[in-house]
């Protein structure tokens, strides 16, 4: 009859053994580190050809002599640039029609079955389009960039609008807001939460859209540098810019994350971590 | 004081007038009707409460004379003026506090909300949350969030942003019936206090028979759905009440025992003109 803990423990206990904030914290660094090593250790022993695939100091030390050319800065700002802008366009168009659609059911109906159709069609299906509108320009990219993310912002603006609480309209109609009023104060902060997602969600295409125009149209940025790089045999160094993209993602999503902890401080998804 | 002046108002203190109000709703030509006919003054100064089974209209009747509903016939009129919308100097204080309370605004900035609504200049806005918190005992939590306060605390923020509002009339929609015995007793005893110091208007729908008793000065039975009203019974308790003494009162139990036998009769479809 011993149905005793200790002697159920296997070797094996760690693996589902819930983790506190320090555990966690150092399997995640762990997992870095696990990674990091095999990208250094499998070209060197062979397991994947270090001609494709070079050991990760190679990619580092190419990384740090990039860093020093003025064209690797230029490219960076490029991308960037062409990102913020598509990003603000989409955003821009995202909340005025997600608004619009959310807020007005006629509109909403209107709209509905065309946005169905037109959300899935790839945004790379308009390259040749956008070249042959542009050229190889920046606004070629932009034209991508805006068909990707504004479907995202969209969407969540137009939820967030449908969302305002039957009880919270009546407490606003009750006590005679004006249109305008409500709007800022009531219907905007209900859509906060929705449009911070969909910002966080269309700032990630963007930047997918940003790189991909730039390797498959050839608009300056990084994602130019890295077909030069492929083309002129310079595996290393191309591996070093694919690395940048990545950092590039991430602190986009750090900080659209910081963001929304700031803004949100009262929302259920954040206040829970914010109590104590 | 001229002589038409009298002779127009035929009850000088009669701040709502409902007079064969009517709300037939339309359901794909299927009409319900909910309320038949209500016909009922309140004085300025009153506290009224209204007290029917579940399914009696009750909410029906309540967003009608909030404007926050068409009726279909009849008037209710707050002051001599035809209420179509949601009339000046009106309050409403709804069942559903969590949610007609704004999550992203502090407790002062909830209760200030009506006003800065109204383009009432900061400094009074200020002066008139304090106090309204003052009255409702929430002085020490303007700074915080709804969300942080327990239900009782959130239906007194409501409260206080009713009384800031400074409302000729208060409409208060079984604003207790989530709260728990206890808190609803404080309640209760708030409502009565507020009434007192501040000479509020008072109409309070409730399904719970001893509270209205409790509460009002008068209490008006609802019917079964179509809504009329069957009983108008004053309440001849003294004006001071307290929660133990009060309830304890041989006038207490017979009232109940009327007013408990009278919803009894509704729910089993007693009619106005019925033998009671």
């Known amino acids: ?276 | 004081m001229t002589i038409s002046d009298s002779v127009s108002v035929q009850s000088p203190d009669v701040l709502l007038q409902v007079r064969g109000l009517r709300k037939t709703y339309e359901v794909r030509n299927d009409p319900i009707e909910a309320i038949r006919r209500l016909t009922f003054d309140i004085h300025a100064g009153d506290l009224v409460c209204i007290v029917g089974p579940s399914g009696a209209g009750k909410t029906t009747l309540l967003r009608s004379l909030a404007g926050l509903l068409t009726p279909s016939g009849g008037s209710a009129k707050l002051d001599g003026e035809e209420i179509v919308e949601p009339p000046k100097g009106m309050a409403v204080v709804f069942q559903e506090y969590a949610r007609s309370l704004f999550p992203w605004l502090t407790i002062a900035q909830n209760v200030a909300l009506p006003l800065k609504a109204q383009g009432v200049d900061r400094a009074t806005r200020a002066e008139k949350t304090a106090k309204a918190l003052e009255a409702v005992g929430l002085a020490d939590v303007a700074k915080r969030y709804p969300w942080q306060l327990s239900g009782g605390m959130q239906q007194r923020v409501a409260l206080a942003r009713a009384v800031a509002y400074e409302p000729r009339i208060l409409l208060m929609d079984e604003p207790f019936a989530a709260v728990d015995a206890q808190t609803r007793a404080d309640l209760e005893d708030l409502v009565r206090n507020l009434w007192h110091r501040l000479g509020l208007t008072v109409l309070f729908v409730t399904h719970d028979i001893d509270e209205s008793i409790y509460l009002g000065q008068r209490v008006l039975v609802l019917s079964n759905r179509p809504t009329e009203i069957l009983d108008d019974i004053a309440i001849n308790l003294p004006d001071e009440r307290d929660q133990l003494t009060t309830r304890n009162e041989p006038e207490f139990a017979r009232l109940r025992a009327e007013v408990y036998e009278r919803v009894q009769q509704a729910k089993a479809g007693r009619r106005p003109g019925d033998a009671a």
Request: charged share 10%.
């Open chain 1, 1 to 276: 009859m011993s149905n005793n803990v200790a002697t159920r423990r296997s070797w094996l206990w760690f693996l589902w053994t819930p983790l506190n904030a320090v555990q966690r914290a150092w399997a995640g660094v762990a997992g870095v580190v696990v990674f990091l090593v095999c990208l250094q250790v499998l070209p060197l022993t062979g397991a994947v050809d270090p001609k494709h695939t070079p050991p990760l100091s190679e990619v580092i030390s190419a990384l740090v002599s990039r860093l020093a050319t003025p064209q690797f800065w230029e490219a960076l700002l490029n991308t960037l640039t062409t990102w913020g802008i598509g990003l603000g366009i989409s955003v821009a168009i995202g909340v005025v029609a997600g608004l619009l659609i959310g807020g007005i059911p006629v509109v909403r109906e209107f709209t509905a079955s065309t946005i169905e159709f037109l959300r899935p069609i790839p945004s790379v299906a308009f390259i040749p389009l956008a070249v042959l509108l542009y050229g190889t320009g920046r606004d070629a990219t932009l034209l991508l960039i805006i068909y990707a993310a504004v479907w995202q912002m969209l969407i969540q603006v137009s939820y967030g609008a449908q969302d305002v609480d039957p009880v919270a309209r009546d407490t606003a109609r009750s006590y005679r807001f004006p249109k305008g009023f409500t709007l800022i104060n009531v219907v905007v902060p209900t859509v906060l939460p929705y449009a911070v997602t969909g910002f966080r969600l269309s700032a990630s295409v963007a930047l997918i859209l940003a790189i991909t125009g730039e390797l498959i149209i050839g608009t300056p940025g990084l994602g130019k540098l890295i077909v030069i790089a492929q083309e002129s045999g310079a595996v290393a160094s191309m591996y070093a810019l694919v690395l940048v993209t990545g950092f590039l993602g991430l602190a986009v999503n750090v900080i659209v994350r910081m963001m929304e902890r700031r803004v949100l401080h009262w929302h259920a998804s954040v206040r829970r971590e914010g109590m104590k």
